[in-house]
C-alpha cells in the first residue's frame, strides 16, 4: 500500500505531533529513531502501524521504557497481515482501510492508561502432571536443580506408557 | 522410575487427582485428592501376598485384558511404588487380604486425602490414550479375537507380560505362523484423526523384528500408507528390517473375513502393483494411533487452558515457544502436547523443566494487572458479576460492593458486559477505549477540542 | 425490512442508550434465572422485558428532548407528547420516574387564589412545571431501581405483597404483613421497586388517570370522584356475614354471576382466628368466606402469580395500599401477565390496620381472649370488640392508634382513591355502606347492581352523617400522614415519594 | 451498538468455537447477547441480519472468510441505516 499517503493521511490528525515512514522500523535503526522522537519531541503516546504485535509488540514496548515512558503508552496498527496480506490486487483499498485502522489505533492511543503491575514473590516449587517418561523426565530435572517437586499421576503406579512397551525403537532397549 | 521416586525434591503422589486450580504465575494454589488405595502406604512391603488370596479375577488393564488381576494388586511387578492397591468396584469385601497382609497394611476405613499445595510453576505431562479403536471396530477390532493392537502384542512380548513373552492366538492358543501388520489405523484419516501419530511405524517395524528374532519362520506382512521413520537412526532401522524378510505392501486393507478355519482374509489394493488382491494372516495387528488423553481433557477444564482441534494442548507458538501455554507459568510436554517418540518427549520435558527452572530463579516476579476494576460508586451489589465468573475471581465485600481478586481475575472481560450497571471495566481494554476504536474504524474523527466530531467518509 | 425507513440516527441513539439501562440489564441477563423460576413462560419473559424495554426508551427519549430544551414546561412536554404521538399522562409518568431517578428536577408553579371570604379560604392551584435538567450522562446514575428492601428496612411496607406476586425469581415473600427479600436469588431487575406503593406514587397523575383528565388539578380529600351513594346489598347469604352493607361482596356475587370475571382475589381468614390470608376466589361460594372486614392486614396481591397466563379476568378486593399498588403498574405498565388481567378494582375504606401482634396487645387491653371475639368494628372513634357470648367491649381509637403498623401513618389514603369503585362505612348509617364511584367501570358496574336488584341505593346527601363527615375524616387522615412524613423525613428517615 | 451509532449498518462478531474458548465459555455469553439483540432488533424494526455472530477457530480460513462474506451478502441486500449528522460546534 502507499505508505508515504498514510503519513500524509495522520500528519493533520489532532494530537499528532510527528509521523514518520520507515522500512524495517523493528530494527536497530528504527528502534532509535522512535527512542529519539520520544525524548526530543517529548512524545507521550506511540503508535507503530506495522506487523503483528504478537511478534514484536514487547520490542517497541521495551523501547517506550529505555525512552523513559510507560510500555502501555503503545499501540499497535498491523497493517501487515490485515491490509497489505489480505488485500494485495488492491493497492488503494488497502491503503483506505489502513487508514481507517490507523485512525482507531490514534483514537485508542489517546485513551490509553498505564496498567499496574503486582510484584508477585515465586513460590520455589513445581507441579509435574503426569509421571509418563515426559513427566518423570522434567520432574527429575528439576528436583536436580534444587527445585521441590509434586510428581501427581493418577494412576497407582509412575511410568505411564512407556512401562507398558517391552523394547523401544530404535534402540531395541528395555521400556521399563 | 526409581529415580524420580526416591529422588529427595521429590514429593511423589499416585493415585491422585487435581481438583482444584487458582492463583497465578509464580503463587499458584493446587488442591490435589489422593485417592484412597485402602492400603497403608507406609507398611505395605509389597510383597504381594494379598492378591494371592483374592478370590476376584478381573482382566487386567496393565497387560490390556490379555492377562488377570485380582480386586486387591499390584500393577505390574516392577511397579513403582511397589504397593498394592484394591479396586473397590470390583472388591467383595472379603477381607481375605486384610488377614493374609503380614504388615497389617490393608485399610478398609482409608478416606481421600486432600492436599493443598502452592506452587510457582506447573508442567504437565498427561501423556496419551490410544485410538479408541473398540468403539469403532475398525478391522472388525473387538469382534475376531485374533486381531489385536500393537500395545496388546508388546504385552505378549515382554518377558514379564502375561504370556512370558510368548505370542499366541487368542482364539486357539497356538503360535500364528501369518502375521499381518496394518499402519495408521486411527490415524492419518478422514474418518477418525486427521493427524500422524508420529510413532506406529517405528514400534510395528521393531515388533516385527523382535518377532522375527523369536519364531524366523514367522511369515510378517506390514501394510502401510507411506513409511515415517524421521528421527536420528530410525532409517537405518527401517533399512534393516526391511532386509530381514519382511514383506512390506504398500496399501491399506480394505476389507477383513474371517474364514472357516479360524484364519482371516484382508482385500487390499496393492498400489505399486495396481492389483487388487487378497491374503489369509493368522493374527492382525493394528498400529493404532495416539490420542490425548483423558487426564488431559480434565487438566484443560481446571487449568482453563487452550486446546487444539485436535484436543492435544496448545502451545503459544508452534516453532518457537513449543512448551509455553498463554498461562506464563504453565509449560506443556510429553505428547499431552501432541503425538512423540520417546526422544522428543524427553527433550520437551526437559525444555519445559529448563522453562520452569528459569521462572523460578527469580524472587519476584513482576505481574500486569490486566484485570477488571470496580467503579464503587456504581456497583449495585447484584452478585451478578459473581455468578458470571468462570474463575471466581469476584466476591462481593460486606458492604455489598463487587471486589475483583487481583490473583484470579484473568482479565477476560465477561464480567463487564454482565454489569447493569456497568460498574465494570477492563484495564487497559476498558469501553471507552473500545469506542474511540469503533469510531476509527468507522471513520469518525475527533477533533482536537474533543467537542466536535466529523464524518470523513 | 420496510419499517427500518422511519428510524432515526437518534433513535438508535435512545436504543443504544436504553441498552444501558440498569433496569434492561438486569432482566437481559437473568434469563435463565427467570426462567428456571418457572414462574414466566419464555415468551413471558420477552413480552416483559420488550415492554419494559419500550418504556425505558420512552424515558430517555424525553429526557434526551429535555436536554435540548434549556428551561422545560409543561408546553414543552406537550410538544414531546405531540410529536411521538403519546398521551400527555404518559408522559407525566415518564416525567414522575425521571424525577425519581433523580435526573431531573422538577419545580412546581402555583397560583394563589386569593381567599374570598369565610366559605372560600385563599388556596394554591397548578400552574406549571419548571423543569431542570441536572445529568448529562444517564450511564453515570447509580440506579434507584433498588429492591424494595430498604422499603422494608424503613418499616414502610405496607404488606401489600404486589412485589412478591411480580417478581420473576420468586425471592420475595410477606411474613407477618412485612416482606423479605431472599437476596441470593434477586436479580435486581427493580419490577418490584415499579410495583410498590411505598417506593414512589404519582398521586396527581393516579387522579388524573382515574378522572382520565388530561390537566393537573387539585383533587378533594377523597379523590377524584363521580358520584357517591349509601347502600346495602339485597343478597340475603351476603347480608348474613357481612360488616355493614355488604356492597364489596356483592359486586363480586355480580361479576361472578354474570361470568365479568374468572378470578377475584380477596382476604379469608385463615385458620389462625382472625388471621386473615389472602384467598383466590373461584365462584360466588368463596364469597361467604371473604366478607367481613379483617383489622389484620393481608398480603392479597402475593398470590398475583396464581393466574399467570392466560387471558383472565379479575377483579380484587382490598384497601387502599392494594389498590395503589395496581394503579401504578397500570400507568407503568410492565407487561406482568398477571397486572394485565386485573380489570376491577374495588376499593375498601381503611383508616390503618394492625399486625397479628398488635391485634393481641388489643386483646390484652380489652381483657378478652381472641378466639372469643366474634366480631369487631371501628366506630365514633371506639374500637368495638364483640364476643361468642354476646358481651361488648370498646376502646377509643387513639388510646391503641400506637399500635397499628407504622407503615400506615405514612399513608395518606382513607377512601381507596385508585380504585374503581370504593366502600366503607364511613359517612353512611349502620347497616349501610358509603360507595364512591370512581371510573366509568365503576360506574357500570354499579349501575349494573342496581339493575339487576341486588342493592338498595340512596344518593349520599340523602342520609346523615354524609359526604361532609367523610371528607373531614379523609382529611385527618391526610394531615396525619403529612405529619408522619415530616418528622420522618426530619429523622433522615426513608419515606414515600408522594 | 456504538458501531452502528457510528455509521456501520452490519456487525459480524466472530468468536472461537463452542468449547473452545480462552475464558470458559464467555463466547456462548456473548452469544445469549447477540440472541438477545436480534430478537430485540426485530421488536424495534431493524432487521435482525445486521447482527450476526459466528463461531470459528483462529485455523478456520475458509469460515471466518465464508462468515465475512455472509454477513456482506445480508447487509448489502438491506438500505444503509441513518448515519450521524454533523453537529454544527
Known amino acids: 500500500m502507499n505508505c508515504a499517503e498514510l503519513r500524509e493521511y495522520v500528519e493533520p490528525l489532532p494530537n499528532v505531533v510527528v509521523a514518520r515512514t520507515n522500512k524495517f522500523t523493528c530494527s536497530d535503526s528504527g528502534q532509535n529513531i522512535i527512542k529519539n522522537d520520544i525524548i526530543e519531541l517529548d512524545l507521550n503516546r506511540i503508535v507503530v502501524a506495522a506487523c503483528t504485535p504478537k511478534i514484536h509488540e514487547p520490542t517497541y514496548r521495551a523501547i517506550l521504557m529505555e525512552a523513559g515512558l510507560s510500555p502501555y503508552y503503545f499501540q499497535m496498527v498491523n497493517i501487515r497481515e490485515h491490509c497489505s496480506f489480505v488485500h494485495q490486487n488492491e493497492r488503494e483499498k488497502a491503503t483506505e482501510k489502513a487508514k481507517r485502522l490507523l485512525l482507531a489505533g490514534i483514537n485508542r492511543a489517546r485513551e490509553l492508561e498505564i496498567v499496574p503491575r503486582k510484584e508477585i514473590s515465586i513460590t520455589k516449587s513445581a507441579l509435574v502432571i503426569g509421571a509418563g517418561i515426559a513427566g518423570m523426565n522434567a520432574a527429575l530435572d528439576l528436583a536436580n536443580q534444587g527445585i521441590e517437586v509434586y510428581l501427581v499421576e493418577k494412576e497407582a503406579t509412575i511410568g505411564g506408557k512407556m512401562a507398558q512397551l517391552d523394547r523401544i525403537f530404535p534402540t531395541d532397549d528395555c521400556g521399563i | 522410575m526409581v529415580n524420580a521416586s526416591k529422588h529427595p525434591n521429590i514429593n511423589l503422589l499416585t493415585y491422585s487427582d487435581i481438583i482444584n486450580f487458582s492463583g497465578i504465575t509464580g503463587e499458584y494454589n493446587v488442591t490435589i485428592r489422593k485417592n484412597t488405595r485402602y492400603v497403608d502406604e507406609r507398611k505395605c512391603t509389597g510383597c504381594g501376598l494379598c492378591t494371592t488370596k483374592c478370590p476376584v479375577k478381573v482382566p487386567n488393564e496393565f497387560d490390556r485384558g490379555i492377562g488377570e488381576r485380582s480386586a486387591v494388586y499390584i500393577p505390574f511387578p516392577q511397579a513403582v511404588p511397589k504397593l498394592a492397591v484394591i479396586d473397590k468396584e470390583v472388591c467383595i469385601n472379603c477381607k481375605n487380604c486384610e488377614r493374609a497382609c503380614p504388615a497389617e497394611a490393608i485399610a478398609f476405613d482409608q478416606e481421600d486425602e486432600i492436599i493443598n499445595i502452592k506452587v510457582g ?124 524378510n519382511v514383506n512390506f505392501v504398500k496399501g491399506k486393507p480394505g476389507d477383513i473375513k474371517l474364514n472357516q478355519d479360524g484364519t482371516m482374509r484382508l482385500y487390499f489394493d496393492m498400489t505399486l502393483e495396481d492389483n487388487v488382491t487378497h491374503m489369509d494372516f493368522d493374527l492382525v495387528v493394528l498400529a493404532t494411533g495416539i490420542v490425548p488423553s483423558k487426564g488431559t481433557q480434565k487438566i484443560v477444564d481446571i487449568l482453563g487452558l487452550s486446546k487444539g482441534p485436535n484436543g492435544f494442548l496448545s502451545e503459544i507458538h508452534g516453532c518457537l515457544k513449543p512448551v509455553e501455554t498463554k498461562d506464563m507459568g504453565i509449560y506443556i510436554c510429553g505428547c499431552a502436547a501432541g503425538p512423540k517418540n520417546i526422544p522428543y518427549s524427553v527433550c520437551s520435558a526437559l525444555g519445559a523443566a529448563s522453562k520452569a527452572a528459569t521462572l523460578l530463579s527469580n524472587d519476584i516476579l513482576r505481574q500486569e494487572l490486566l484485570i477488571a476494576e470496580v467503579d464503587e460508586s456504581l456497583c449495585m451489589g447484584c452478585h451478578r458479576c459473581e455468578k458470571t465468573c468462570d474463575f471466581e475471581a469476584i466476591n462481593l465485600n460486606e458492604n455489598d460492593i463487587a471486589e475483583v481478586d487481583e490473583l484470579k481475575c484473568k482479565g477476560c472481560g465477561a464480567c463487564v458486559t454482565s454489569c447493569p450497571a456497568r460498574a465494570i471495566d477492563l484495564k487497559y481494554y476498558r469501553d471507552i477505549q473500545f469506542e474511540e476504536e469503533i469510531k476509527g474504524i468507522c471513520g469518525i474523527e475527533i477533533k482536537l477540542d474533543n467537542t466536535k466530531e466529523e464524518i470523513i467518509n | 425490512m420496510d419499517s427500518e425507513g422511519s428510524i432515526t440516527w437518534e433513535y438508535l441513539k435512545n436504543v443504544a442508550d436504553t441498552l444501558n439501562s440498569y433496569r434492561v440489564r438486569a432482566l437481559i441477563d437473568a434469563k435463565d434465572e427467570i426462567i428456571n423460576a418457572g414462574r414466566y413462560s419464555e415468551d413471558q419473559y420477552y413480552s416483559i422485558l420488550f415492554k419494559m424495554f419500550d418504556e425505558e426508551l420512552l424515558k430517555y427519549s424525553l429526557f434526551e428532548f429535555l436536554k435540548t430544551q434549556p428551561i422545560a414546561n409543561i408546553e414543552i412536554l406537550k410538544e414531546f407528547s405531540q410529536k411521538n404521538s403519546l398521551d400527555i ?147 340475603k347469604e351476603i347480608s348474613e356475614v357481612c360488616q355493614d352493607g355488604g356492597i364489596a361482596s356483592t359486586c363480586l356475587y355480580y361479576l361472578f354471576d354474570n361470568q365479568k370475571i374468572d378470578f377475584a382475589l380477596g382476604a379469608k381468614m385463615s385458620n389462625t382466628i382472625w388471621r386473615p390470608e389472602p384467598l383466590l376466589l373461584q365462584n360466588k361460594k368463596d364469597i361467604i368466606q371473604t366478607a367481613g372486614t379483617k383489622y389484620v392486614n393481608n398480603p392479597t396481591l402475593r398470590i398475583l402469580n396464581e393466574f399467570n397466563g392466560s387471558n383472565h379476568s379479575v377483579a380484587v378486593v382490598g384497601v387502599p395500599c392494594i389498590m395503589q399498588s395496581l394503579l401504578k403498574s397500570e400507568i407503568y405498565n410492565i407487561g406482568i401477565p398477571s397486572l394485565n388481567n386485573v380489570k376491577y378494582k374495588i376499593g375498601i375504606f381503611c383508616m390503618e390496620s394492625f399486625s397479628y401482634q398488635s391485634l393481641l396487645k388489643i386483646c390484652e387491653v380489652l381483657k378478652i381472649a381472641i378466639n372469643d371475639i366474634k366480631k369487631m368494628d371501628i366506630n365514633k372513634g371506639k374500637f368495638f370488640v364483640y364476643t361468642n357470648n354476646g358481651e361488648e367491649s370498646s376502646v377509643p381509637i387513639k388510646e391503641i392508634s400506637h399500635l397499628a403498623r407504622e407503615d400506615c401513618e405514612v399513608c395518606f389514603d382513607l377512601t381507596s382513591e385508585s380504585a374503581d369503585i370504593s366502600v366503607g362505612s364511613i359517612g353512611s348509617p349502620s347497616g349501610w355502606n358509603t360507595v364512591i364511584i370512581r371510573t366509568e367501570t365503576g360506574k357500570k358496574l354499579y349501575e349494573s347492581l342496581i339493575a339487576k336488584d341486588l342493592i338498595e341505593s340512596k344518593p349520599i346527601e340523602e342520609v346523615k352523617p354524609g359526604l361532609p363527615m367523610l371528607q373531614k375524616i379523609a382529611g385527618i387522615k391526610k394531615n396525619g400522614c403529612k405529619k408522619h412524613i415530616n418528622e420522618k423525613k426530619e429523622k433522615n428517615l426513608r419515606v414515600p415519594i408522594y | 451498538m456504538e458501531a452502528f451509532l457510528n455509521g456501520a449498518d452490519g456487525v459480524a462478531i466472530i468468536s472461537c468455537r463452542e468449547g473452545e474458548c480462552n475464558f470458559g465459555d464467555a463466547n456462548m455469553n456473548t452469544y445469549k447477547h447477540v440472541k438477545f439483540l436480534r430478537k430485540l432488533f426485530e421488536h424495534i424494526g431493524i432487521s435482525p441480519d445486521r447482527i450476526q455472530q459466528y463461531f470459528c477457530a483462529a485455523a478456520e480460513v475458509e469460515k471466518f472468510v465464508a462468515s465475512v462474506e455472509d454477513i456482506t451478502k445480508k447487509v448489502q441486500a438491506l438500505p444503509p441505516l441513518p448515519k450521524r449528522k454533523l453537529t454544527p460546534n
Open chain 2, 121 to 244: 510453576a506447573i508442567i504437565i505431562a498427561t501423556g496419551w490414550d490410544e485410538y479408541p479403536i473398540i468403539e469403532t471396530n475398525e478391522y472388525k477390532y473387538g469382534i475376531y479375537p485374533d486381531v489385536i493392537t500393537q500395545i496388546e502384542l508388546e504385552r505378549m512380548l515382554s518377558p514379564i507380560g502375561p504370556t512370558g513373552g510368548h505370542v499366541y492366538k487368542i482364539s486357539n492358543g497356538k503360535t500364528p505362523q501369518r502375521v499381518a501388520m496394518i499402519l495408521c489405523v486411527g490415524s492419518r484419516s478422514l474418518r477418525a484423526n486427521p493427524y500422524c501419530s508420529a510413532v506406529c511405524c517405528n514400534v510395528s517395524l521393531k515388533n516385527a523384528q523382535l518377532l522375527k528374532q523369536e519364531y524366523p519362520e514367522m511369515d510378517i506382512t506390514i501394510f502401510y500408507i507411506d513409511i515415517r521413520t524421521w528421527d536420528k537412526n530410525n532409517e537405518e532401522y527401517y533399512r534393516n528390517i526391511r532386509a530381514q
Open chain 3, 89 to 235: 399522562k404518559k408522559v407525566y409518568s415518564l416525567l414522575e420516574l425521571l424525577r425519581s431517578e433523580n435526573l431531573i428536577k422538577i419545580e412546581e408553579v402555583y397560583d394563589e387564589i386569593e381567599a374570598q371570604g369565610e366559605e372560600t379560604p385563599s388556596k394554591l392551584v397548578f400552574r406549571d412545571f419548571k423543569i431542570e435538567v441536572y445529568r448529562e450522562d444517564i450511564s453515570l446514575v447509580k440506579s434507584i431501581y433498588e429492591p424494595v428492601e430498604i422499603i422494608f428496612d424503613s418499616n414502610i411496607c405496607s404488606g401489600c405483597g404486589t412485589c412478591a406476586g411480580v417478581c420473576p425469581v420468586n425471592c420475595l415473600n410477606i411474613y407477618n404483613g412485612f416482606g423479605q427479600i431472599d437476596k441470593d436469588k434477586c436479580i435486581r431487575c427493580g419490577i418490584c421497586y415499579y410495583v410498590c406503593p411505598r417506593s414512589y406514587l404519582p398521586v396527581k397523575l393516579m387522579n388524573m388517570y382515574q378522572d382520565n383528565a388530561s390537566k393537573i388539578k387539585e383533587y378533594t380529600n377523597i379523590g377524584n370522584f363521580i358520584e357517591v351513594y349509601s347502600a346495602r346489598t339485597k343478597v
